[in-house]
Each structure stands twice: as structure tokens, then as C-alpha cells.
């Protein structure tokens, strides 16, 4: 791992622009890359006022954009019919993918938002949300939403604390693992909650 920390350092050196683009969109798309961190550190190289931290926000914001676009049709064109074939054999049903998109439908704009902040939902959120059939519009509206606030937050915390990058990156992922046990417990409680819920109603209709 500190190998890789530091050849992706030296490519963020060498070719700041582009590799951030790469990173963000495939880290986006699907791919388990470093891409905020990636963020963190170009921002980090702006604040030395080698290049320009508004280009690396616009970058990283365009980046996220485009790689969950393409993320949300890789669901969509690619996942839900894979499921849909072989779901039977793991266990998924129909009424499992119904579930999953009356959930997205319901529950999404919140998942999209606040999961790209969130290391794990950053990566599989957008190919989640179009295996799930969220709506389209919905999913470009908060993706982009969640991408340029992600991009100008991030990018200005590398850039203000760029002097001490790994000190940084260390309180990021605790913040971001904090925030995914909340979701975890949210989401846990209310699919709880629903199940109670559903039992409740099922109970008074057949006393009826």
C-alpha cells in the first residue's frame, strides 16, 4: 500500500489534472480507487500555487458527474437484467428488486447525496441506484448536488490543510465511517420499523 500511496503521488505530481478526472470518475463508476484522496492531495499541490484549486474542484465536481452517470447506466442496462436472470439462484426475487426500487424511489435522493461522502456508497451508490430503476432525473439532479458540494468541501480542506496530508486523510475516513454507521442504524431501524409496520396492518386486516 505505501508503494501505490506513492506512485499515485508522483502521477498526481506529474499529470495533477488528468489523473484526478480518471481517479474521481472510475472511483465513481464503480472502481475501488482513491479518488477523494486523490482530490485531497491535488488541492493539497494547489495551495503550494503549483495549479489552481478551482480547477481541481471543477475537475473532481465533473468527474463524480460523468462517473455516476455512467455508473447509474451500467445498473441500469447491465445489473437489473443480470439480476432479474440469476437473482433466482442466490436467493433475489422480483419482489426483492420491487422493494429496492421503491426504495431508491423513496429513500435515494438521501443515498446519493450524503453517500458521496461515504467511501463504500461513493463507489456503488450510482450502479445501485440504476439496478434499482431509480428515477433518472432524480439521480442527475442529486449526483451532480452531492458531486459539486463533495468537490468544493474536500477540495478546500486539502487545500487548507494540505501541510498535513496524512493527518487529514486519517480524521476523513473516521468522519466517514461515523457517517456509515449512522446510515447502517438508520436504514437497519427502518426497515424494522416497516416490517412492524407491514405486520400491524397484515394483523387488522384479518381480524376484519
Known amino acids: 500500500m505505501p508503494d501505490f500511496a506513492q506512485h499515485l503521488t508522483r502521477l498526481l505530481q506529474t499529470y495533477t489534472y488528468p489523473v484526478l478526472v480518471l481517479l474521481v470518475l472510475l472511483e465513481s463508476v464503480g472502481v475501488p480507487l482513491p479518488g477523494e484522496i486523490a482530490l485531497v492531495t491535488a488541492a493539497a499541490y494547489a495551495s503550494l500555487g503549483h495549479i489552481s ?17 455512467l455508473g447509474y ?25 420491487d422493494r429496492a426500487h421503491a426504495f431508491f424511489e423513496k429513500n435515494g435522493a438521501k443515498t ?42 474536500f477540495g478546500w480542506l486539502g487545500y487548507y490543510f494540505g501541510r498535513d496530508l496524512p493527518l487529514l486523510e486519517t480524521y476523513i475516513s ?34 376484519h
Do not use: D
Not at 484549486?53 to 475537475?59: A, C, K, Q, R, W
Not at 461515504?118 to 432524480?138: E, P, Q, Y
Not at 454507521?181 to 397484515?202: C, D, P
Open 53 to 69: 484549486i478551482y480547477i481541481v474542484i471543477i475537475l473532481a465536481a465533473t468527474g463524480a458527474i460523468v462517473g455516476g452517470v
Open 73 to 97: 447506466w451500467i445498473g441500469l442496462k447491465g445489473g437489473l437484467p443480470l439480476v432479474a436472470h440469476y437473482g433466482g439462484y442466490i436467493g433475489v426475487r422480483q419482489s426483492h428488486i
Open 112 to 153: 446519493i447525496l450524503f453517500g458521496r461522502f461515504i467511501a463504500i456508497l461513493r463507489t456503488w451508490a450510482a450502479i445501485i441506484a440504476g439496478t434499482a430503476c431509480m428515477s433518472f432525473t432524480k439521480f442527475v439532479t442529486y449526483n451532480t448536488i452531492g458531486s459539486v458540494i463533495w468537490a468544493i468541501v
Open 174 to 207: 473516521r468522519a466517514s465511517f461515523g457517517i456509515l454507521i449512522v446510515l447502517a442504524v438508520g436504514i437497519g431501524a427502518f426497515i424494522i420499523w416497516k416490517r412492524h409496520a407491514n405486520s400491524r396492518k397484515k394483523a387488522r386486516h384479518e381480524l
